[in-house]
C-alpha cells in the first residue's frame, strides 16, 4: 500500500449513469491529483488540487467534476461518459503544488493502484 | 514549456544482464527528473530523482539514474536486471519554474529468464 487508496477498483457503467470514484491518503499531503491513463496515450493529467483549492484543469470536459472537501479526499464524479473515456483513473498526492519560484522539487507524486473504467 | 522522451516503447532484457532506460528532456530552465515504474495494475511509484548535485542518482531497487546536461538525458540504469524488474517505466521532468510536472510515454521493460 502506498497511503493513497482509490474505490472503487474496477468499475462498468453505461452512458447514461452517475458514478463517482474515491480517492484518499493518509500521507498529510497538501496536493491532490486525477490522472487519466488510456491505452497507447500519455499520461494524461486532469485536474490538481493544492490546498483544498483547484489550480489546474487541463481542458477536462464537464461530464468529469471534481470535488475536494479537505486534503485527504478527493472525487471525480462522473456522468453521461463516453465509451473513449474508459480507462485507469489514477489519483496522486504530494506534499504540495509547487508554485512559481520553487524550488525545492520536492514535487514527488504518491499514486494510488487506480480506478479501472469502462464506459459501455 | 517542457516536455520529455522516452525514444523506446520496448527494453528486452536477460536477466543478469545490464539494463538501460533512455529518457531526454526539453526544458526552458533547470529541470527536476523523475523516474517511476507501475506494475501491472498498479498505480505509478517513484523510484529516484534528480534535483542537484551528484549527476549519479541512486534509488530503489538497485536502479540507479545519470543526469547528463550538454546531452539533456537522464538514463536510467541498472547493472544486473531481475525478471521482477519487468514493467512500464516513466521518466517525468518538471522545470524549477513549473508546477505540473511532465511525463513520457512510457517504457516497457522486459526481463527475459
Known amino acids: 500500500e502506498t497511503g493513497v487508496t482509490q474505490t472503487p477498483r474496477h468499475l462498468v457503467m453505461g452512458m447514461t449513469n452517475k458514478k463517482s470514484l474515491k480517492c484518499e491518503q493518509h500521507l498529510g499531503h497538501n496536493a491532490m491529483y486525477w490522472y487519466k491513463q488510456s491505452a497507447k496515450k500519455p499520461l494524461e493529467l486532469m485536474f490538481v488540487y493544492n490546498f483544498k483549492e483547484q489550480t489546474e484543469n487541463n481542458s477536462v470536459p464537464s461530464r468529469f467534476s471534481p470535488e475536494c472537501p479537505n486534503s485527504s479526499h478527493l472525487f471525480l464524479h462522473l456522468h453521461t461518459l463516453q465509451p473513449e473515456d474508459s480507462a485507469l483513473y489514477l489519483c496522486a498526492s504530494s506534499h504540495r503544488f509547487p508554485g512559481q519560484g520553487d524550488f525545492s522539487g520536492a514535487n514527488v507524486l504518491t499514486f494510488g493502484a487506480g480506478s479501472r473504467l469502462t464506459v459501455l | 514549456a517542457q516536455s520529455v522522451a522516452q525514444p523506446e516503447d520496448q527494453v528486452n532484457v536477460a536477466e543478469g544482464n545490464p539494463l538501460t532506460v533512455k529518457c531526454t528532456y526539453s526544458v526552458s530552465g533547470n529541470p527536476y527528473l523523475f523516474w517511476y515504474v507501475q506494475y501491472p495494475n498498479r498505480g505509478l511509484q517513484f523510484l529516484l530523482k534528480?534535483?542537484?548535485?551528484?549527476?549519479l542518482v541512486k534509488g530503489s531497487y538497485g536502479f540507479e539514474a545519470e543526469f547528463n546536461k550538454s546531452q539533456t538525458s537522464f538514463h536510467l540504469k541498472k547493472p544486473s536486471a531481475l525478471v521482477s524488474d519487468s514493467a512500464l517505466y516513466f521518466c517525468a521532468v518538471r522545470e524549477t519554474n513549473a508546477g505540473k510536472s511532465t511525463f513520457g510515454d512510457g517504457t516497457t521493460l522486459t526481463v527475459k529468464p
Open positions: 534528480y534535483i542537484t548535485g551528484d549527476n
